[in-house]
């Protein structure tokens, strides 16, 4: 996380990167600022600054990644032979995957059963990075959220059965969703569906 703060007299800004892992080829960046004009400028000024910022901060930091001296640099890091002895240890890019998981889910359970899983472990380690995208963003609104939920509950299910319709059904049920979300179980529901889910 990268925080920087400007203050003056008549302005105050303060900007924050979180930088998280998506896939092996994919990094999420999650950018935040506040802005305050500290004077009678219009809101919709300030939200305009606020957000041509972050469009113009994105595009540095996409060339900046394709520069060749950071690709050497990265490839000659430390941090870069950390990083591939992590995503090959199954056992440790579990644990990541737990603790992303507890960010959005709040059933130990249901939480074990997916870091457990070979499909959900395999998609977030050399998948797309739909997986961590999709978590990344689960920091942010409600629906965001139920996304990341559906998605990995999708993903568990239909590994072990092929009927497609009761899948979709599963996973975009609001009432399961809203208790996985808050808190007030699920797994059990999984582990229901598991049982008498016709194998693939």
């Avoid at 302005?11 to 998506?22: K, S």
């Avoid at 990341?148 to 590994?159: I, K, M, P, Y």
Wanted: hydrophobic content about 45%; overall charge positive.
């Amino acid at each position: 996380m990268i925080v920087r703060r400007l203050s003056t007299v008549q302005t105050d800004f303060e900007a924050q990167f979180v930088i998280e892992y998506l896939s092996r080829e994919r990094t999420g960046v999650v950018y935040t600022s506040r802005i305050d004009p500290a004077g009678n400028i219009p809101a919709f000024l300030a939200d305009r600054g606020a957000r041509d910022g972050l469009l113009e901060n994105a595009r540095d930091l996409r060339r900046a990644v394709r520069k060749a001296e950071y690709l050497r640099s990265a490839a000659a890091s430390p941090d870069a032979a950390l990083a591939e002895r992590l995503v090959g240890d199954r056992a440790a890019v579990s644990r990541v995957l737990t603790n992303r998981l507890r960010e959005v889910i709040d059933d130990p359970a249901l939480v074990a059963r997916l870091a457990g899983d070979p499909g959900v472990l395999e998609s977030f380690v050399s998948g797309d990075g739909r997986v961590g995208s999709v978590l990344l963003l689960g920091w942010g609104s409600a629906e965001s959220r139920r996304e990341a939920v559906g998605l990995l509950l999708r993903l568990l299910l239909g590994a072990r059965s092929d009927d497609a319709a009761a899948i979709h059904r599963f996973v975009t049920s609001g009432p399961l969703l809203d208790r996985i979300l808050s808190g007030r179980g699920g797994d059990a529901e999984v582990a229901t569906f598991l049982a008498s889910a016709r194998p693939r």
